[in-house]
């Protein structure tokens, strides 16, 4: 296997975050991902994104306490 088959992983759009993402997910067959964390102050937060014309649209947050 040449380096020019190697699975590659590529950046399209970075984004910080004002939490701790413990785990991120694709919505399978979309351009959607799904990220789960813990504010500072320990309360809990799912997001839902999806990506439009290369950039990042939050379409729902959910918190838990």
Same mark, same amino acid.
């Given at each position: 296997? &040449? #380096? *020019?088959?190697?699975?590659?992983?590529?950046?399209?759009?970075?984004?910080?975050? /004002?939490?701790? $993402? *413990? %785990?991120?997910?694709?919505?399978?067959? &979309?351009?959607?991902? $799904?990220?789960?964390? /813990?504010? #500072?102050?320990?309360?809990? $937060?799912?997001?839902?994104?999806?990506?439009?014309?290369? %950039?990042?649209?939050?379409?729902?947050? $959910?918190? #838990?306490?």
């Amino acid at each position: 296997m &040449s #380096a *020019f088959e190697k699975p590659q992983i590529i950046a399209h759009i970075q984004k910080g975050f /004002n939490y701790t $993402v *413990f %785990d991120c997910k694709w919505v399978p067959c &979309s351009a959607k991902f $799904v990220t789960m964390g /813990n504010f #500072a102050r320990g309360t809990g $937060v799912i997001q839902l994104y999806e990506i439009q014309h290369g %950039d990042l649209k939050l379409l729902r947050e $959910v918190g #838990a306490s």
